[in-house]
Nanobody
Framework: QVQLVESGGGLVQPGGSLRLSCAAS????????MGWYRQAPGKERELVVL???????NYADSVKGRFTISRDNAKNTVYLQMNSLKPEDTAVYYC??????????WGQGTQVTVSS
């Protein structure tokens, strides 16, 4: 089992920044990739960015150049730095861990609201 706990969401004005954190615990050796997804009201959950164990990243076109994923292996934590936020970035952001056997683990989600 893997536990994921997100933090760092909140309310920010357009053009502002936020940093989300996702702390992993448990059987983290089984995790092959970590990522951030988001779900806006009335929409399906979508991939924001993925980072593999080898460090390869895959960003959604809508966030390229504005969001950056990073990780601190010593702390078992993945971060999402979000800059130049737009109202359309408003969503619940979920941390995801994909295991080597294809199982997905999810955090509880953290709300990000971009509004003036």
């Amino acid at each position: 089992q893997v536990q994921l706990v997100e933090s760092g969401g909140g309310l920010v004005q357009p053009g502002g920044s936020l940093r989300l954190s996702c702390a992993a615990s448990g059987s983290i050796f089984s995790i092959n990739a970590m990522g951030w997804y988001r779900q806006a009201p009335g929409k399906e959950r979508e991939l924001v960015v993925l980072i593999t164990k080898g460090g390869s990243t895959n960003y959604a076109d809508s966030v390229k150049g504005r969001f950056t994923i990073s990780r601190d292996n010593a702390k078992n934590t993945v971060y999402l730095q979000m800059n130049s936020l737009k109202p359309e970035d408003t969503a619940v952001y979920y941390c995801n861990g994909a295991s080597i056997v294809g199982r997905d683990y999810w955090g509880q989600g953290t709300q990000v609201t971009v509004s003036s």
